[in-house]
């Protein structure tokens, strides 16, 4: 059983940046795959961006290209979300999600990902 955890959240100003770690128990070299996901109140849990881990392939959702940043630090065996140019409509959880099976599909989908962390709330004032 994996375990991720996220850190990083806080309160921060429109235009601003946080930069989210998820930490993992298990190496994440070997992984499938690696998201970042975030749920508004009142919405559904959407994607943000994924890691296809073996090449290295790299997925945004529209909403924050251009903006947020994903990464993995495998030595540090930590997923990274680095967020730029905040703004209030980017408030809600954000979630970090780790799978290690393969031939699931695509990285961009939430039922790809049978491991999640907690969550780390971010919150953006105007």
């Known amino acids: 059983q994996a375990q991720l955890a996220e850190s990083g959240g806080g309160s921060v100003q429109a235009g601003g940046s946080l930069r989210l770690s998820c930490t993992s128990s298990?190496?994440?070299?070997?992984?499938?795959?690696m998201g970042w996901f975030r749920q508004a109140p009142g919405k559904e849990r959407e994607v943000l961006a994924d890691?296809?881990?073996?090449?290295?392939?790299?997925n945004y959702a529209d909403s924050v290209k251009g903006r947020f940043t994903i990464s993995q630090d495998k030595d540090r065996n930590t997923l990274y979300l680095q967020m730029n140019s905040l703004e209030p409509e980017d408030t809600a959880m954000y979630y970090c999600?780790?799978?290690?099976?393969?031939?699931?599909?695509?990285?961009?989908?939430?039922?790809?990902?049978?491991?999640w962390g907690h969550g780390t709330q971010v919150t953006v004032s105007s």
């Open positions: 999600a780790g799978d290690w099976s393969y031939g699931g599909g695509a990285c961009n989908r939430e039922a790809r990902y049978k491991y």
């Open positions: 298990h190496y994440i070299g070997t992984s499938s795959c």
């Open positions: 890691i296809y881990t073996p090449n290295g392939e790299i």
